[in-house]
């Protein structure tokens, strides 16, 4: 159980190294963020950590690494039940929660949809998730992660189409692949990265 913890916190740190400091970018829906803990979640938990009644992006700023490493392992981890996945898909689907919430769980559950495996696309991580992806992972050991991967680099890919102010997230300014694209690629084997022509055809319809 220890080792386990400590995995766990090792992919927490992991998150925290990666998701960076302080910002608060107008473009973002999750407002002022610190170490990928947005202040809707610093509210929704009552963290005021200056004392003055009310959680602010003053509060954002203050809070540390280790802070937000406990938020993830309790909230985002243990919460939502993602340790009652294979171990190999946790790290994944952790990852993507802590980045888009409960739509983490949706993309499983439609990409165990799309495999025939019947579950209710409700983004909660219940008995029926939980046997469905045992199922899924037993029969496809060697596939499964990258599948979840190349899924959540297609939702990426859809909300910027959806949503022009997000698609900076999803192409620099020199039009190589943005943070969430790399992010959702450092899950799946290089051989599912997508090459720079196939990148740039993807998002062609943007310019």
Do not use: C
């Amino acid at each position: 159980m220890e080792r386990l913890k400590q995995n766990v916190r090792g992919i927490a740190q992991q998150i925290v190294a990666r998701e960076g400091g302080y910002v608060n970018d107008p473009d973002d829906p999750g407002g002022a963020t610190n170490h990928g803990v947005t202040i809707h979640t610093m509210r929704r938990l009552g963290l005021d950590l200056t004392g003055d009644g009310q959680v602010t992006s003053a509060d954002v700023r203050r809070l540390s690494e280790d802070q937000a490493v406990s938020i993830f392992m309790d909230h985002y981890f243990a919460r939502p039940r993602i340790d009652d996945l294979p171990d190999p898909l946790q790290p994944s689907v952790f990852d993507m929660y802590v980045n888009a919430g409960a739509n983490a769980v949706k993309i499983l559950q439609k990409l165990l949809g799309k495999m025939g495996f019947a579950v209710t696309v409700d983004g909660v991580i219940g008995p029926k998730t939980i046997a469905e992806t045992a199922r899924a992972y037993a029969g496809a050991p060697d596939h499964l992660v990258d599948a979840y991967g190349i899924e959540r680099r297609n939702y990426y890919f859809d909300l910027a189409d959806r949503r022009a102010q997000s698609r900076k997230y999803a192409r620099t300014r020199k039009g190589g692949k943005g943070g969430w694209i790399t992010r959702a690629e450092e899950f799946m084997a290089p051989r599912y990265h997508l090459g720079t022509e196939a990148f740039q055809q993807r998002v062609a319809a943007w310019d």
